[in-house]
């Protein structure tokens, strides 16, 4: 079969490879429709998160036709039924999984054990992301192997679409769990850091969940408008001191709850003088992720408030103010998306129109453009916002 293969950094190439197979009872099959690239394949593109190795598998958002199913899976699943992949293997039956922590199941992650050595505790099993979650291929291709494949799916009515579908594998979950990590009260502003597609996600859910006030911050106009479009104030951060803006805006307070949908690789400049400093020592291997991001919200945010991150970070940052957030009272909550805690409800909300998660689709190509549109989607070329790839 044809599949996105990482080859180094910077160097993914679309290959042929040995098509998967049932290795496992639990196991399925799937013929992949529809699959996307995520901001976290960035970061594996940019080589920023260790343990990829090349004849990797990219794609962690995808959706297709089941083709196969393992006997121990098939009272689950049938053959001819439509699903979304999550992103996050879960058992279903571990004490994560039954408390609903779905994204540090305990049972899917193949190298656990290399795993909890480097974190302390490692993640579920997740597909298309290094050898630290599994070394598990992902669904940029034409078949995917889903493993425990009896709990690791969302089913899809017919009557919705691929794209209206596809983000409930990654980053709708990831939007409405970081908007519902900020307990958002009606008299809260929201400021959200990054307008890609994850942004755009934790704009839209926290404006569902009842924010008073959404604030979103970029520096690409295409991103920006789309943020405005879904009734958020933008504010450009190459423009305009998102200190005092923010400040201007909420009558001197701060944002009640701040989200960072930026994660580890924040823009380097100037006016950051921080990032500069970040870049460098990432350059050097002294630090592994640039904090621009979280060292403003806990700047700004309101004392008591919360800090909320879905953005990815990989290691260690330096620099970070702990008297502030400290002194400040401020929460932070985090972590991969327990994708299926949330898709029960996620479901139902896009079947009744509340959310229409396929805004967000800039670009819509064949799996061969897969290797230019991963060069496009991280230079931000021709508007480019969230690319869907039809295998
Ligand atoms: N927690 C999870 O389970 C989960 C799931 C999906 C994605 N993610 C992570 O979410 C993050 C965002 O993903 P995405 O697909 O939207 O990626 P993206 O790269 O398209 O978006 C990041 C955005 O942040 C903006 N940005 C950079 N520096 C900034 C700054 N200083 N201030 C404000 N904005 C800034 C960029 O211009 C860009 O628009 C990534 O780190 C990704 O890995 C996490
Ligand atoms: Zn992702
Ligand atoms: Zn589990």
Known sequence: MRALVWHGKEDIRCDTVTDPQIEDARDAIVRVTSCAICGSDLHLFHNFIPAMLPGDVMGHEMMGEVVEVGTAAKAALKVGERIVIPFTIICG??????????????????????????????????????????????????????????????????????????????????????????????????????????????????????????????CLPERLSMAEAGGAVPIDFKTESVIERLAELTGGKGPDKCIDATGLEAHVSMTHPDSILDRGKQMMMLESDRAHVLREMIYVCRPAGVLSIPGVYSGLVDKMPMGMLMNKGLTVRTGQTHVNRWSDDLLRRIEEGQIDPSFVITHTVGLEDGPEMYRVFRDKQDSCIKVVLKP
């Open 93 to 218: 039956e571990c004490e994560q999984c039954r408390r609903g922590n779905f994204s540090v199941c305990e049972r899917t992650n193949r190298n656990k054990a290399i795993a909890d050595k480097v974190f302390g505790h490692g993640t579920a099993g997740l597909f298309g992301y290094t050898h630290l979650t599994g070394g598990y291929p992902g669904g940029q291709a034409e078949y995917i192997r889903v493993p425990f494949a009896d709990r690791t799916h969302i089913k899809v009515p017919n009557a919705l679409s691929d794209d209206q579908a596809l983000f409930l594998g990654d980053i709708l979950p990831t939007g409405w769990q970081a908007a519902i990590n900020c307990d958002i009260e009606p008299s809260d502003i929201v400021a959200v850091w990054g307008c890609g597609p994850v942004g755009q996600m934790c704009i839209r859910c926290a404006i569902l969940l009842g924010a008073a006030q959404v604030i979103a911050i970029d």
